[in-house]
């Protein structure tokens, strides 16, 4: 990504906010493997590395066929573009995806589909988002939840607090977001620092704020800035060409610098 910055006309700030790190342990996942290979009607999968540990798992126990036929036998929603693509890559494309890509998308799909007195396996980035046993409850839903990774705080702290440092200094033009952890993070840590409600001016008045998608631009409102910017495609690429557009001079800008907030180390398949 930050090649296609250069490309682009910018200057890439790569700090990430985050560090996404499957469990050590792997009894989560297999419990999750093992939920599926008991039998459910419905399987969300909010995102791309859920998919990935859940369906590594299968294969470590040495149940991956009866896992892809359990799978088959259910109706698979994706909430999103990197979850929709792991499942693809696995062999199991889901039946649906949730529009919006959103919890309220995953309730709304679940709903109009007919989920009455059925097990819904459901697999997030952490807790259990608040909304889906309050919709489902009330419908008889059995609902089995899980997350089979954490994601952490940054690994370098000290790259954050100089990122803060250099948004509050106006060295930095436009910022993109590509996940909620990544937005709480930077906001958390300037709050230790004091310096939030200068962050979010600055993210607000002086920076081009960019999201990924519907899902981390809630988090930067819950933050008190509005995103400039949330593209359409929910994919890096086309964010950081619709961001180029954006700033001025659009694709014939010549300097200048974009913060890439990366969700996780290389080597994982980060999901928003």
């Given at each position: 990504m930050a090649e296609m910055v250069r490309r682009l006309g910018g200057e890439p700030y790569i700090a990430p906010t985050v560090s996404l790190k499957l469990e050590k342990s792997t009894a989560e996942a297999d419990r999750l493997a093992a939920a599926i290979l008991d039998g459910v009607d419905?399987?969300?999968?909010?995102?791309?590395?859920?998919?990935?540990?859940?369906?590594?798992?299968?294969?470590?126990?040495?149940?991956?066929?009866?896992?892809?036929?359990?799978?088959?036998?259910?109706?698979?929603?994706?909430?999103?573009?990197?979850?929709l693509r792991a499942l693809r890559e696995n062999r199991r494309p889901p039946d649906m995806e949730a529009d919006p890509g959103t919890t309220e998308g995953i309730i709304d799909a679940l709903t109009g589909a007919g989920v009455k007195d059925l097990t819904v396996f459901v697999q997030t980035p952490g807790g259990m988002p608040g909304a889906l046993p309050a919709a489902l409850a009330p419908l008889g839903v059995n609902l089995i939840h899980g997350s089979p990774y954490k994601i952490l705080p940054p690994e370098d702290p000290e790259a954050v607090t100089r990122l803060i440092g250099d948004l509050l200094q106006g060295k930095i033009d436009a910022i993109t977001f590509t996940?909620?952890?990544?937005?709480?993070?930077?906001?958390?840590?300037?709050?230790?620092?004091?310096q939030a409600e200068d962050l979010a001016l600055a993210l607000s008045e002086r920076l081009l704020t960019a999201s990924v998608g519907p899902v981390t631009s809630r988090a930067i409102r819950e933050n008190g800035v509005e995103p400039a910017l949330e593209t359409a495609s929910q994919r890096m690429g086309g964010l950081l060409q619709e961001l180029a557009e954006a700033l001025p001079g659009g694709?014939?800008?010549?300097?200048?610098?974009?913060?890439?907030?990366?969700?996780?180390?290389?080597?994982?398949?980060?999901?928003?």
């Open positions: 419905w399987a969300v999968f909010y995102t791309g590395v859920g998919v990935w540990a859940i369906f590594e798992a299968a294969e470590r126990l040495g149940k991956k066929p009866a896992f892809l036929e359990s799978l088959e036998a259910a109706k698979v929603l994706s909430r999103g573009r990197k979850s996940s909620p952890p990544a937005v709480n993070n930077l906001f958390m840590a300037a709050d230790e620092a004091g694709n014939d800008r010549a300097q200048g610098a974009a913060s890439l907030q990366k969700t996780g180390p290389q080597g994982l398949r980060p999901g928003d």
